[in-house]
């Protein structure tokens, strides 16, 4: 075979070898033991969804059991109405009602449902149909040998949360640097750099109902910032009649849904801390999320009786200016939201 031959031939066989060693992980016969073609990559276990909100509101499950109350969760829907470019979706998640629903158990709030009662509303109607049998029947009492309707067995609740998610807003601020330099001649080294920021936030708005007299009893308006990094370095140069060009990069962003879990975590430790009356004995008025060195929120009622204040504001004077946390570049006394 001539050298040009055997060039010819070595580039499909060079394929050909990298094919088979990429598919050697690969069986189109099923693994007669463990009935699969293949083995599944990763190995990160299972672990608890937490957020730095999630230890207060287990501390609140002790203020919670001396005082029972019953809550349910509704609706709280996503209003922002963004979805993704692709139509594949939306942007927030649909369960904002869910993690409210683990947000209520952490802090050992007993929860009635009223979210999804079809299951329970299908048993209704074959209970009334007599179509289920009853545990009773043929026990030392006779009981009936279906299902008995007993008014009265289905416990209400005192209070139902719902509200929505209200904002999501996408590069709120954002800062980049970008650098290329090498060599002056046409084949020498060159290299490039570059990194940027930006910043979104997502905000939620709850209301917590008396499910009795269908009195609004408190409301809670949060906004939390979200932020994204992305950063990339190149080489690129020449090797005698070679050339290489070589490039790595690593881009992030804080998860958008774990942002509306903290938000809606943050809340509800809020909103159960002062229908329970805790006095901020479980960080109800403080952020552990905020750093040291942001200014504390003024003190709207520093000469008013603490009888005499409104203990909406008495419990959580970080409420009155939620956007204190000014950033070094930002004009002291300006902004959209106001200052103080």
Do not use: W
């Not at 809670?220 to 790595?248: C, E, M």
């Not at 999320?289 to 929120?297: I, K, M, Q, T």
């Amino acid at each position: 075979m001539t050298r040009r031959g055997k060039k010819y031939l070595l580039k499909p066989l060079v394929l050909v070898i990298a094919g088979l060693s990429l598919a050697g992980c690969i069986s189109p016969q099923a693994d007669s033991v463990t009935g699969r073609y293949t083995a599944p990559i990763g190995g990160s276990p299972v672990i608890s969804n937490e957020t730095p909100y999630s230890a207060a509101l287990r501390c609140m499950a002790g203020y919670t059991s001396q005082r029972p109350l019953r809550i349910a969760v509704g609706q709280i829907a996503d209003y922002t109405g963004k979805s993704e470019s692709d139509n594949s979706g939306r942007k927030i998640t649909q369960g904002a009602a869910l993690m409210a629903m683990s947000a209520l158990s952490k802090a050992g709030v007993q929860l009635v449902e009223r979210f999804d009662t079809s299951v329970a509303e299908m048993e209704l109607k074959y209970a009334n149909n007599k179509l289920i049998g009853s545990d009773q029947a043929g026990g030392p009492n006779g009981g009936p040998d279906y299902r008995q309707i007993i008014a009265g067995s289905i416990p209400g609740s005192d209070y139902y949360l719902v509200g929505g998610i209200t904002e999501l807003n996408f590069n709120i601020r954002s800062v980049g640097a970008n650098a290329d330099g090498g060599e002056t001649a046409t084949n020498g080294l060159k290299g490039s750099t570059g990194g940027n920021m930006y910043v979104m936030n997502v905000g939620l708005d709850l209301r917590l109902v008396d499910t009795k007299t269908l009195q609004v009893v408190d409301v809670i308006s949060y906004q939390k910032q979200i932020i994204g990094r992305q950063v990339s370095v190149g080489v690129f140069d020449f090797l005698g009649a070679n050339f290489f060009d070589a490039s790595v990069g690593e881009s992030a962003l804080e998860p958008i849904q774990l942002a509306v879990r903290s938000v809606i975590e943050r809340a509800v430790l809020e909103m159960t801390a002062r229908l329970y009356h805790t006095n901020g004995a479980c960080a109800a008025t403080t952020d552990p999320l905020a750093d040291g060195n942001d200014r504390p929120a003024p003190d709207y009622h520093a000469n008013t009786p603490v009888t005499a204040r409104n203990e909406e504001h008495a419990n959580d004077p970080s409420r009155q200016d939620p956007y204190r946390y000014y950033g070094s570049c930002d004009p002291a006394g300006d902004g959209l939201r106001g200052s103080e």
